[in-house]
């Protein structure tokens, strides 16, 4: 029986590999999410085998309760907040392993951790440490969640020795996990717990939302890293497999988007350590200037006339769930002979791959959708940029105020296009809280309204 058991986790790990090689393409993504939703049943079906037949009836509660509140999550949830559910998710994952690790301290019997007596040092490590991680992941997340929610300013919010009493936590958990293996108590492992969640919290807290994206995939790693802690606590090898899985590609992923914006990933991983907490200031006088304003119909007559045309999608796309109108838009585009493209920053929306994920769901076609390295320098042979609720990651500061919040940070070169549209309800700042120098360029129209009704607009004064 063990021999199947072993088999059949093999066989959800490699599904689990294949998950993530799918997910690595969007052309086959939609594969690599069957193998990961094919290896969760057989993991989880498999683990069932191993239970207590007097417990499976609670099991299946469990997993009533859980599976319909997640089909109600699914079917009602906007893609505008998928990012902020991501980071919902992250801190369950925390907070289970906080609840396993506790569980296990409190009956170590009942995890088959005594031996001689006593439970073993290394179990207490694994104990220690999956509580630590989880509690990091469970209040990190939820400080993710309030940002991203609105909830929480996602200005970066800092103090006087921030980072000093970071420190000190730090060090303090570390000797708390040190006399928690010597001598464990139930004043230790609450103490490990409670420092590690005020961590957290402290560490997220000072991130601006520019680097929102890149803290929503560390959590990821660190609910990887949890779930890996657990694993070894349950004695399960795979939920070992799995949170490595997790914590590894979310790591890797993380170091990938902070260096595309030219980033230290350490100093995200710290909470913005060295960051300037008065850099986040905006342009001053910047909403004085003028702009030029423009219309629907303008903006249909300057790309009918256009033969390239390149679309940069933001967060304002998907808060009015323009997606769907903007391709219809752009399919009308070349029918009159223009070129299109979509150009998506690593940083675009909420969190990774935000924009493409809209797309996708509005069947853009994949051969369209570049990357940043790949069409910036498409930008000056660009007839127009149409520039759809996207804001920081265009904005010209970030090559050109040190003192910004946003520089050194690579953009998209949409000023570099004959003519910029610039689809925005207001001239309110960007999620990084600074003016888009963008707004004021002689070459930029501002079309102010609801980007969806923008968009159906156009396609009408385009066809009319």
């Not at 803290?215 to 070992?240: D, E, H, K, R």
Request: aromatic share 8%; with cysteine.
């Amino acid at each position: 029986m063990s021999s199947v058991i072993a088999l059949a986790y093999l066989f959800s790990g490699v599904c689990f590999i294949m998950a993530l090689r799918g997910l690595a393409s969007p052309e086959s993504a939609r594969r690599g999410n069957l193998y990961g939703v094919i290896g969760m049943v057989v993991a989880i079906g498999t683990t069932l085998t191993l239970a207590e037949a007097s417990s499976l009836w609670l099991i299946a509660v469990a997993i009533a309760v859980g599976g319909g509140i997640g089909a109600v999550v699914a079917l009602k949830i906007k893609m505008t907040a998928l990012p902020q559910l991501v980071a919902a998710f992250h801190s369950l994952v925390g907070l289970a392993a906080v609840l396993v690790a506790s569980a296990a301290f409190v009956n170590p019997e009942a995890f088959g951790l005594i031996a001689g007596g006593a439970v073993h040092a290394s179990s207490l490590v694994e104990m220690s440490l999956g509580a630590a991680i989880g509690a990091v992941t469970f209040t990190g997340s939820l400080v993710a969640f309030a940002k991203l929610q609105g909830l929480v300013t996602g200005k970066p919010l800092v103090f006087r020795f921030q980072h000093a009493l970071n420190l000190l936590l730090a060090l303090g958990a570390a000797a708390l996990f040190v006399v928690f293996a010597l001598e464990p108590s139930v004043p230790a492992f609450a103490g490990i717990v409670a420092v590690t969640m005020l961590l957290g919290f402290l560490l997220i807290l000072p991130i601006g939302g520019a680097d929102m994206p890149v803290v929503i995939s560390m959590l990821n790693s660190y609910s990887g890293w949890a779930a890996a802690a657990t694993g070894f606590t349950l004695q399960n090898p795979l939920l070992i497999i799995t949170g490595a899985l997790v914590g590894a590609s979310g790591a890797i992923l993380s170091y990938i988007m902070c260096k595309g914006m030219n980033r230290s990933i350490f100093n995200v991983i710290l909470g913005g350590f060295g960051s300037d907490g008065g850099s986040a200031a905006a342009a001053a006088g910047g909403a004085a200037r003028s702009v030029k304003m423009g219309s629907a119909e303008d903006a249909a007559f300057i790309m009918k006339n256009a033969s390239s045309v390149i679309i940069v999608p933001g967060y304002g796309m998907a808060v009015a769930q323009a997606q769907h109108t903007l391709r219809e838009m752009a399919d009308q585009l070349k029918a009159n002979g223009v070129k299109v493209r979509y150009a998506i920053h690593p940083v675009a929306g909420r969190m990774p791959g935000h924009m493409n994920v809209l797309l996708a769901e509005a069947n853009v076609p994949y051969d369209e959708v570049m990357e940043l390295e790949e069409i910036n320098r498409d930008f000056a042979q660009a007839d127009v940029a149409f520039v759809i609720g996207a804001n920081d990651v265009t904005n010209p500061a970030a090559k050109t105020d040190p003192k910004s919040p946003i520089y050194g940070m690579p953009i998209l070169d949409v000023e570099k296009a004959k003519t910029v549209l610039f689809v925005k309800r207001s001239m309110a700042s960007g999620y990084a809280g600074v003016d888009n120098e963008l707004f004021f360029q002689s070459n930029t129209m501002m079309l102010f309204g609801d980007a969806k009704q923008m968009c159906e607009d156009i396609v009408k004064a385009a066809k009319s």
